[in-house]
């Protein structure tokens, strides 16, 4: 219910408080507190609830995003680390193939769009964590997608034992819920490690490709810190990773359906730098000039977000702001239905508009937008995302146009759910452009 009816509580203002079991939440309804609160004041504002079914039974406390400040920070320097500076440019490589891959089974296969989004998703984020394109979707892949589900299903608010944390407290024999969840945890320890297993046993007989998984195994300092498992550390990388990009590109599809006055708009920029008669595809180094294509894909997180609640953010320190008291313990959470439609920062909140992110800050992910979260647990992975949809996106308004099957209730979409999610086809945009794919495919030696 809260989830669901969560951009109601904006209408008491630009914060809510509301009381669930033990549990003192302040929903963030504006743009402008949030950014006070999560930005300005981040270094009270980051640490993490108890979570003593997700975090401890479910996730065995060693999922880095529900961890406190004191157990995550080492393990998020660690991921920046990893993430950030030269490592960017070894993932653009992957994401040019990938990207690239991705039109192949366009042009093959339009029907399957939804299925090439999730391929490219999850190949990107293998290559980065593990060096390696994913296995086919196999019994421990299969795995990985259950431990995922189990978490997204008992994430906040869903699992209301987690707004008692003091019931982990009662002597656990009293704790009837308590084996069941166990029970998870070791699932998903165990599916994890099916998966992880031959991919460390590959690191340490020094056979494995560089990557994400390789050099934290090679950084003893990292692995001497009993707070660190590397294997949960990679397998929660992958597990973030995939799915944010996935959703989001077929957001794009739904935006360059039911938009295409917005869609042309960016084809044109993107012509005007590619040449109009199907030149070339779009590099990393056009971003910088295609500044209308980079409004359009932080739009498509806000027209329609992928997340409507994030875990919360939880005040380590007594706050004083603006004439009231939060003390210590207080969990903030981005009402990310208001904060998407805050109307004091965004006019015609509810149409899509690319050109209100033409700001000069149109490649950055995270200013003025909360879907990647926001203060100093800001997603660590923002800067690859960004350059994921970039490429995706402005290749394939490039080369392709989408249309609607049938009429369809846009706002009821299967978001979630791996089948198509909503009836549409792409097609090729012309013979020129088809031609050009041709040539480029003919050069790379495995599409499969
Ligand atoms: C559009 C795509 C994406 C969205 C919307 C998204 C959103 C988020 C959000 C909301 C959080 C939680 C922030 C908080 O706690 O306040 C998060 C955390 C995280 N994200 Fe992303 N993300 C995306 C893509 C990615 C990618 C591509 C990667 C990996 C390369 C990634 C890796 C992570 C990791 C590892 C965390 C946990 C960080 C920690 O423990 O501190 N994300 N993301």
């Known amino acids: 219910m809260l989830k669901h009816q969560s951009h109601h509580f904006a209408t008491y203002g630009e914060m809510t408080t509301i009381h669930v079991g033990s549990k003192l939440w302040v929903l963030l309804n504006s743009n402008r507190v949030a950014e006070e609160i999560y930005n300005k004041r981040g270094k009270i504002t980051n640490g993490r609830p108890s979570y003593p079914i997700l975090g401890d039974l479910i996730s065995q406390n060693r999922r880095s995003i529900l961890l406190p400040q004191e157990k995550w920070s080492q393990q998020r320097r660690l991921m920046h680390q990893l993430l950030g500076g030269t490592a960017l440019v070894t993932y653009q490589e992957y994401q040019n193939e990938e990207s690239l891959r991705l039109l192949a089974s366009y042009s093959k296969d339009p029907a399957g769009w939804y299925r090439h989004h999730l391929h490219y998703s999850s190949a990107v984020i293998h290559r980065i964590a593990f060096g390696e394109r994913p296995r086919e979707f196999d019994e421990n892949l299969q795995g990985v997608a259950k431990a995922q589900e189990i978490f997204l299903l008992n994430a906040p608010p869903y699992n209301l034992l987690d707004s008692f944390p003091e019931l982990a407290k009662l002597p656990k024999w009293l704790q009837f819920w308590r084996k069941r969840y166990q029970a998870l945890g070791k699932k998903t320890d165990d599916w994890y490690g099916r998966y992880w297993d031959p991919i460390h046993h590959a690191i340490k007989s020094e056979t494995a490709p560089d990557s994400f998984a390789q050099r934290l195994i090679s950084d003893k300092t990292a692995l001497e810190n009993k707070n660190i498992d590397p294997k949960w550390l990679s397998m929660v990388l992958v597990e973030a990773g995939s799915d944010t990009t996935r959703l989001t590109l077929n957001i794009f599809a739904l935006a360059a359906s039911l938009h295409r006055d917005k869609y042309l708009e960016a084809r044109a920029e993107i012509d005007a730098v590619c040449g109009n008669n199907a030149e070339r595809l779009s590099t990393f180094a056009d971003?910088?000039?295609?500044?209308?294509?980079?409004?359009?894909?932080?739009?498509?997180?806000?027209?329609?977000?992928?997340?409507?609640?994030?875990?919360?953010?939880?005040?380590?320190?007594?706050?004083?702001?603006?004439?009231?008291?939060?003390?210590?313990?207080?969990?903030?959470?981005?009402?990310?239905?208001?904060?998407?439609?805050?109307?004091?920062?965004?006019?015609?909140?509810?149409?899509?508009?690319?050109?209100?992110?033409?700001?000069?800050?149109?490649?950055?992910?995270?200013?003025?937008?909360?879907?990647?979260?926001?203060?100093?647990?800001?997603?660590?992975?923002?800067r690859v995302a960004q350059k994921s949809l970039f490429i995706n996106m402005s290749r394939l308004i490039y080369c392709f146009d989408y249309e609607a099957r049938e009429a369809f209730d846009s706002s009821d979409i299967k978001h979630f759910e791996l089948d198509e999610p909503f009836p549409i086809t792409p097609k090729i945009r012309s013979l020129a452009h088809a031609k050009l794919l041709e040539r480029v495919f003919e050069n790379l030696s495995d599409l499969n």
């Not at 209308?292 to 953010?313: C, D, G, N, S, V």
């Not at 899509?352 to 992910?365: A, I, M, T, V």
């Not at 909360?370 to 800001?378: D, S």
Request: proline content about 5%; hydrophobic content about 40%.
């Open 287 to 382: 971003e910088v000039k295609m500044p209308y294509t980079l409004a359009f894909i932080k739009e498509l997180l806000r027209w329609r977000p992928i997340f409507t609640w994030t875990p919360e953010h939880t005040l380590t320190e007594d706050l004083k702001f603006e004439g009231y008291s939060f003390p210590k313990g207080t969990h903030f959470v981005l009402n990310h239905a208001a904060l998407c439609k805050d109307i004091s920062a965004f006019d015609d909140a509810n149409a899509f508009k690319p050109e209100r992110w033409l700001d000069g800050h149109q490649s950055d992910l995270t200013h003025g937008l909360w879907q990647l979260g926001g203060g100093r647990r800001v997603c660590v992975g923002y």
